[in-house]
């Protein structure tokens, strides 16, 4: 996890005031969500987006999500795993502002995660499959003595 900030921005990430949540690991075209959340003071307004984006070379672009102000203390995306089996990274950006009246930048936070893209496996690849377990195969072996 990378974490980018600047103003009053890591005094809420200190005080988990902002807590960002995703997978470490998941399965190739599998489906998960990475979700923000805010327990900010009444006064400290956020606008936030999250994004995805392939860990490879050249990075494929997606679309510039907008960002979204914050009512409801979370923001949340689906996201839909690859199955080219790449590793993901999974960033929020956070814009937060103080005062009601005539709000002034308090700070700006990044937020990224890797998120591990597991392989599935296929029908042509092998699998690890036991079919007895250990201790019914140590007594074919010992009544074989």
Request: glycine share 2%; net charge negative; charged share 25%.
């Amino acid at each position: 996890m990378v974490t980018v900030y600047y103003g009053n921005a890591k005094q809420y990430l200190d005080e988990h005031q902002i807590y960002f949540s995703s997978p470490e690991q998941v399965k190739a075209d599998d489906q998960y969500s990475a979700t923000l959340y805010f327990i900010l003071p009444e006064n400290i307004n956020a606008t936030a987006t999250i994004n995805k984006e392939l860990i490879e070379k050249p990075a494929e672009t997606s679309p510039e999500e907008s960002f979204q102000v914050i009512k409801d203390h979370k923001l949340e995306r689906l996201f839909q795993a690859n199955n080219n089996n790449h590793n993901e990274l999974v960033s929020a950006t956070i814009i937060l502002s103080k005062g009601i009246i005539e709000p002034k930048l308090d700070g700006i936070l990044y937020i990224s995660k890797r998120v591990n893209v597991l392989p599935t496996i296929t029908q042509n690849q092998p699998e690890n499959i036991v079919d007895k377990p250990f201790a019914a195969t140590k007594e074919q072996n010992s009544n074989k003595k």
